[in-house]
């Protein structure tokens, strides 16, 4: 008890405290060897009378106990109070230095040291998390541009499709005007929404940062041109579109942006895996719009759907839309926030 109750005492010190009473522990250590050489001297000086080498073997003595103390007191003070922490801080320095944060240091001493090792700690902590942080950030800058990336292609070919049509048949004199004029509308729409989510791309650093902007819309327009790039989509693949739609009477308000970006991710999977026909179903209610997109292909082996819930964590309804690699990152950030923010 009482080894520990004095231990508890000497971790309390600062390193001056502990400086000083190392010097004074010292002192009485020397001043008693001082005493004892004395003493033995006088004992020689009364055995041998005074002969001459006597003064200076004392002083002599007196020197090298007095530079003993002194090299004794620096080591004790070293191996009391420097050489651990010393020794902590160098490992963790190289850790450091080696690009290891994966370490926590502590001490347990109260002392001007022990703050010292708690301050790096907390240094190293943050640093982790700093690290972490921009890790983080590099590798969801890297999967938006492939997300963008991705997403470009779909509308592009879309448009490239269109351009076809023109190329193809507008020489011929097949088209009337009003097919060209429309056409080309529906063109310029295409390039608005590329460059407006080009804008938004180049301004947000993940994907759950894009921002949604719900507007009224027109039912009948808007599935329209939903049909037109499903079919441009479907076409591409030698694969059949129909579409059907629920009361489309009604108006609501949506980011016709957002539901473009996923219904063409879903087209484009359904086309991918179809063996010869796709289908829309728009379902539109008082406030929100729902979509299903169903292909005739053999769907997804037990395996590949459990591997997809997996990565995904989406319910088993949604699974059909995680088949495109970049597509499944879309559907995380889109269906992993409340309903209520998106169409």
Not at 134 to 149: D, M, P, T
Not at 151 to 165: C, H, I, M, N, Q
Not at 202 to 226: G, M, N, W, Y
Request: proline letters at 3%; one cysteine or more; charged letters at 20%.
């Amino acid at each position: 008890m009482a080894k520990l109750v004095n231990r508890l005492l000497l971790e309390r010190l600062n390193l001056l405290q502990s400086f000083i009473l190392l010097c004074m522990l010292t002192l009485l250590a020397v001043l008693a060897m001082i005493t004892l050489e004395f003493a033995w001297a006088e004992i020689l000086r009364k055995r041998f009378g005074e002969p001459d080498w006597l003064l200076p073997s004392l002083v002599a003595a007196v020197l090298l106990t007095v530079a003993a103390g002194i090299v004794a007191m620096a080591v004790l003070f070293y191996r009391w109070k420097l050489k651990r922490p010393l020794t902590i801080l160098m490992q963790a320095s190289k850790k450091i230095s080696a690009n290891d944060l994966g370490f926590s240091i502590s001490y347990d001493s109260r002392d001007e040291m022990g703050e010292l090792i708690a301050v790096f700690e907390n240094m190293r902590s943050q640093l982790e998390i700093n690290l972490k942080s921009l890790w983080r950030s590099v590798e969801e800058r890297k999967q938006l541009n492939a997300i963008f990336v991705h997403d470009l292609r779909t509308p592009l070919s879309v448009l490239k499709g269109y351009a076809e049509f023109l190329a193809t048949y507008v020489p011929q004199k097949k088209l009337s005007e009003e097919k060209i004029l429309d056409l080309i509308h529906t063109m310029n729409l295409h390039i608005v929404r590329l460059e407006n989510y080009a804008e938004a791309m180049s301004s947000i650093q993940k994907l759950e940062d894009t921002p949604v902007h719900r507007d009224p819309v027109d039912i009948i327009p808007f599935t329209a041109l939903l049909n037109d790039s499903a079919k441009q989509i479907a076409s591409q693949f030698g694969i059949n579109f129909t579409s059907s739609i629920d009361n489309a009477d009604c108006e609501i308000s949506l980011d016709a942006n957002v539901v473009m970006q996923v219904f063409e991710n879903l087209v484009a999977n359904a086309a991918r895996y179809a063996t010869s026909q796709v289908n829309a179903r728009f379902i539109i209610r008082k406030a929100s719009m729902d979509i299903a997109v169903t292909d005739d292909g053999p769907g997804f082996s037990n395996e590949a759907l459990n591997n997809t819930w997996n990565n995904l964590q989406l319910p088993q309804s949604q699974l059909r839309a995680a088949g495109e690699p970049r597509g499944k990152h879309q559907w995380r950030a889109v269906f992993g926030l409340p309903e209520s923010s998106y169409f």
